[in-house]
């Protein structure tokens, strides 16, 4: 499935929006992007990281778990890094909603047939 990385991108920066608008915070499109990189990043390196350590792509729910903790971890540690907050309240939420975005996403997949477990 050539969209799947696509598709959790969006799902990333979705996350990102969502909470910039909550804050109704001005600019949305580039204080999504600043607020949704570190985590796009931590996708990417969750994506790496299952396809290295089995050679499949993160299509599954099980596959995804790791990428859902890496986009976390390492959008948590980029922030921290660059001097964005990283208050416990915004860990939990974004641990939430990337959870039901990453995680959610590869189950409905999986429920409707397609290419997931």
Known sequence: MPWAPLLDAALVVVFAALGRASHAEDNALVGALVTAWPFLVGLGAGWALVRWRSGRWPLTVG?????????????MLLRA????????????VAATVLAVFLIGSRWLLARSGGNGA
């Not at 596959?63 to 959008?75: D, Q």
């Open 63 to 75: 596959n995804g778990i790791p990428v859902w903790v890496c986009t976390l971890v390492v959008g």
């Open 81 to 92: 890094a660059t001097g964005q907050g990283t208050a416990l309240s915004f860990i939990l």
